[in-house]
């Protein structure tokens, strides 16, 4: 019996939305790579916009309170600046893995010169 102060199913809850946030991240970090390497562009490159499309049917879709909960360390990881999140399928230079209920598109910022 799960009783002591601290424990109990409320812990529970909490690690497993925890879990579902860093399974989330390290999900658009693998879409983010695929997309960069699907566009011969550096992983080092800096993403203006990256765009998620929740285009599969999930049983937890991304919300905005999901990707708030992993915004910072996301967006350092991936090297972007701003994100966002679309309903249905991506443009044609989606990068979409099997098995992951969305898609990411980037707009890659301009380059100083």
């Given at each position: 019996k799960l009783t002591d102060k601290?424990?109990?199913s409320h812990s529970f809850f909490r690690?497993?939305?925890?879990?579902?946030?860093?399974?989330?991240?390290?999900?658009l970090i693998d879409s983010v790579r695929k997309w960069k390497s699907q566009q011969?562009?550096?992983?080092?490159?800096?993403v203006a916009e990256l765009h998620v499309y929740n285009c599969g049917v999930a049983e937890k879709?991304?919300?905005?309170?999901?990707?708030?909960?992993?915004?910072g360390d996301l967006?350092?990881?991936?090297?972007?600046q701003k994100i966002s999140i679309h309903s249905g399928k991506g443009p044609e230079?989606?990068?979409f893995i099997e098995g992951y209920p969305f898609s990411?598109?980037?707009i890659l910022a301009e380059e100083e010169g």
């Open positions: 601290g424990t109990g690690s497993e939305e925890k879990m579902h946030e860093v399974d989330t991240m390290s999900r011969n562009v550096s992983m080092k490159k800096l879709p991304l919300t905005e309170d999901v990707i708030a909960s992993v915004k967006l350092a990881t991936t090297n972007s230079t989606e990068a990411v598109d980037c």
